[in-house]
């Protein structure tokens, strides 16, 4: 077929719009060809102009037999495509392909201005969201937050003020901090993914045009797990290349994890370099988590690690007034109080306790009062917890044996010392979910060996020690007392 030389790009456009329209489904034809422009037509090269990186991609990928021979009919054998992308800030990039048309090996170079026609760049295949149906423009990305989960209702105190600021410094000078990554860290339950999605919520509202996107380290091993069994990995890193801002919530569950670990260590260092933010949750200090790779580990210690601990009783007691007052309903300061002196735990503890007082009453007409509240939490305590903070062992432990806690991390042989440094490692083991390693790293940087040698020593004498064995249990009660597991 001879070379249409009638056509203007717009008319040569239009035709193949008519073919397109035929043969595709009509909500494809509507998200991937009606948003294209045509902008010039000249010696054969029809130039359009198409909404974002990831539009242009996403045709390369799905489109490119059919625009080609489309183009092949109604131009000429030696027709060829550019592309002028729109990019999302606002300013515009052209950025050519060039298109041998009339071979099966069709030979496209991507590049960056038509002066550097002699560094082509690799064209990524198709971005799918994992997430939602793939969208014509970055922004249709579901961004997963909480909405509930803001600044506004998060309880600030001692125990967290520091992380709260920095996650409001993130937020308000966006990619401008050197807090990259910020990874906040502490127990369970207490409010490092309440945090992680206020700061996402307050980067959406500070910076709408930016893509934030929260994702528990569980979906995002399951969600590469499925693209790898179908081929299609590159899809799954070129989508979280995507993104500005990155909330991984819980990145110890990475553990052993180790082809993911491969993938995540490519789309962080993207993002690092690109100075895209990075928000990771985790129940122990960065460094510490066992069962990732070395690398990611020293990558996820370059920003800034934040530890949340344990509230105050006053805190408690605003974090109890501020539920009641979301629930509607109004429960006399003092036996929040007597909640908060018991549940000492964590904010979720805190707050099932609540809940179950409040059903408790609405279901069964009782009164709030000091019994109910007792037997509300007497209920609740019945099953055993091991949150407990190694921090509160060692406490405990040292002031039952009138010992500094500083000492406990000291090298020395002090019979005294290496008695409370025992029974704290031991308890540290029983009572928390902590790895030997990460107990040996409250102690000074010990060998996991040395907590191993320490519990099993614990555990003989109590077996062969009558009084050893009472004192050992006299301090558990102490330490489950102040972690809310009874009710004195």
Same mark, same amino acid.
């Given at each position: ?32 060809? %009606? ?10 090269? +029809? ?9 242009? %991609? ?18 000429? =054998? ?8 729109? @990019? ?7 950025? /050519? ?47 997963? *937050?909480?909405?509930?989960? $803001? ?47 206020? @700061? ?41 290349? *995507? ?12 553990? !052993?994890?180790?082809?993911?670990? %491969? ?16 928000? +990771? ?30 509230? $105050? ?44 007082? +409040? ?14 509240? =007792? ?7 019945? /099953?055993? =917890?091991?949150?407990?903070? @190694? ?64 519990? !099993? ?9 009558? %009084? ?21």
């Amino acid at each position: 077929m001879k070379e249409n030389k009638t056509h203007t790009a717009e008319s040569a456009w239009e035709k193949c719009l008519e073919i397109f329209k035929d043969v595709l489904e009509i909500q494809h034809f509507k998200a991937w060809f %009606e948003p294209i422009q045509a902008v010039q037509l000249k010696d054969a090269v +029809l130039t359009i102009k198409v909404p974002s990186q990831f539009f242009y %991609e996403y045709l390369e990928e799905n489109y490119l037999d059919l625009i080609a021979k489309t183009l092949k009919k109604i131009i000429g =054998k030696q027709a060829s495509l550019e592309y002028e992308i729109t @990019i999302s800030q606002g300013s515009e990039q052209h950025s /050519a392909s060039s298109i041998n048309l009339p071979g099966k090996n069709y030979d496209y170079k991507l590049y960056n201005n038509r002066n550097e026609a002699n560094a082509p760049l690799v064209i990524n295949s198709q971005i799918k969201n994992p997430f939602v149906i793939p969208g014509i423009r970055k922004v249709q990305i579901d961004p997963q *937050l909480n909405p509930t989960y $803001t600044f506004d209702n998060y309880i600030e105190g001692e125990s967290n003020r520091v992380a709260k600021m920095a996650g409001i410094e993130v937020a308000q000078k966006l990619h401008k901090t050197s807090f990259n990554p910020l990874c906040i860290y502490g127990n369970v339950g207490l409010g490092k993914t309440h945090l992680a999605n206020a @700061i996402g919520n307050e980067c959406k509202k500070l910076h709408p045009e930016k893509i934030v996107l929260y994702v528990s380290t569980e979906k995002f091993v399951t969600q590469f797990q499925h693209h790898a069994r179908t081929g299609m990995i590159n899809d799954f890193i070129n989508f979280y290349q *995507l993104i500005d801002v990155l909330i991984l919530d819980d990145i110890q569950n990475f553990a !052993k994890a180790e082809k993911t670990q %491969e993938v995540l260590f490519t789309i962080f260092n993207h993002l690092h370099q690109s100075h895209k933010q990075i928000i +990771l949750t985790s129940d122990c200090f960065s460094k510490n988590i066992e069962g990732v790779q070395e690398r990611l580990l020293d990558r996820f210690s370059w920003g800034l690690n934040i530890q949340l601990t344990q509230p $105050t009783e006053e805190m408690r007691v605003e974090i109890l007034q501020s539920k009641c007052k979301a629930e509607g309903c109004v429960i006399a300061e003092s036996l929040l109080r007597f909640i908060a002196q018991h549940i000492v735990s964590n904010v979720r503890d805190l707050e099932s306790v609540l809940l179950s007082i +409040l059903a408790e009453s609405s279901f069964n007409k009782k009164e709030i009062d000091i019994n109910l509240v =007792k037997q509300c939490l007497q209920t609740f305590i019945k /099953a055993p =917890k091991k949150e407990v903070s @190694i921090d509160n062992i060692q406490k405990i432990v040292c002031d039952y044996f009138n010992v500094p806690v500083k000492q406990l991390l000291e090298k020395t042989r002090k019979s005294e010392i290496v008695h409370a440094r025992q029974i704290t490692m031991y308890f540290s083991k029983k009572l928390t979910q902590n790895t030997l390693k990460v107990i040996g790293e409250y102690f000074g940087g010990k060998d996991h060996t040395t907590v191993m040698h320490s519990c !099993k020593t614990v555990e003989n004498q109590i077996e062969v020690d009558t %009084e050893f064995k009472k004192v050992v249990l006299d301090l558990q009660n102490k330490i489950q007392i102040t972690a809310g597991t009874s009710i004195a």
